[in-house]
T-cell receptor, first 115, second 114 residues
Framework: GNSVTQMEGPVTLSEEAFLTINCTYT??????LFWYVQYPGEGLQLLLK?????DKGSNKGFEATYRKETTSFHLEKGSVQVSDSAVYFC??????????????FGTGTQLKVEL | SAVISQKPSRDICQRGTSLTIQCQVD?????MFWYRQQPGQSLTLIAT?????????ESGFVIDKFPISRPNLTFSTLTVSNMSPEDSSIYLC???????????FGPGTRLTVL
């Protein structure tokens, strides 16, 4: 079945540091890949997506590239801010039978950015 | 995207009671989803609700415990029945829109069962 593996948190960085949150996946077919962000006390927000190999999703300074050869979708940001402190979830959407219309989430990675 | 609201935003309930959570979307959608997020955990899909048909439940979730209604294309309810402290979680509804199965989430309902 489909699965998503994320690096464990919490990740603690100083403001303006470079961020990488690793995400790898296992899936049949050609899934779409997503990053969601959950700020404290809020629901999930779609941060970015990529729908085919070598696509790069980007939003709010965050980027992630769909790497089929390494089955990865690592999230990066060049310079984090305190306001980026949140939990980040990697997810994939199954396209073929078995995956259906469901999102499969990773366990989430908490990011803490300090001044 | 979609704008989704949930009611209540939070509640504290007694063991053995039931709570109904409402989810309202600003546009018509075919598929709505209900998730549970236990403290510090990822999201677990409870069920998928399509208008005009019975909800489809994931393994480990049953209709008697989590009855769902979907009376129209913009609204759904999830009831958490006969609650126990283990049901303390955030319950989120989401909708599927777009060509690539993007899902958009409501703000969640934070439930504490005493």
């Amino acid at each position: 079945g489909n699965s998503v593996t994320q690096m464990e948190g919490p990740v603690t960085l100083s403001e303006e540091a470079f961020l990488t949150i690793n995400c790898t996946y296992t899936a049949t077919g050609y899934p779409s890949l997503f990053w969601y962000v959950q700020y404290p006390g809020e629901g999930l927000q779609l941060l970015l997506k990529a729908t085919k190999a070598d696509d790069k999703g980007s939003n709010k300074g965050f980027e992630a590239t769909y790497r089929k050869e390494t089955t990865s979708f690592h999230l990066e940001k060049g310079s984090v801010q305190v306001s980026d402190s949140a939990v980040y979830f990697c997810a994939l959407s199954g396209v073929l039978t078995g995956g259906g219309n469901k999102l499969t989430f990773g366990t989430g990675t908490q990011l803490k950015v300090e001044l | 995207s979609a704008v989704i609201s949930q009611k209540p935003s939070r509640d504290i309930c007694q063991r053995g009671t039931s709570l109904t959570i409402q989810c309202q979307v600003d546009s018509q959608v075919t598929m709505m989803f209900w998730y549970r997020q236990q403290p510090g955990q990822s999201l677990t899909l409870i069920a998928t609700a399509n208008q005009g048909s019975e909800a489809t439940y994931e393994s480990g979730f049953v209709i008697d415990k989590f009855p769902i209604s979907r009376p129209n294309l913009t609204f759904s309810t999830l009831t958490v029945s006969n609650m126990s402290p283990e049901d303390s979680s955030i319950y989120l509804c989401s909708v599927r829109k777009g060509a690539y199965n993007e899902q958009f989430f409501g703000p969640g309902t934070r439930l504490t069962v005493l």
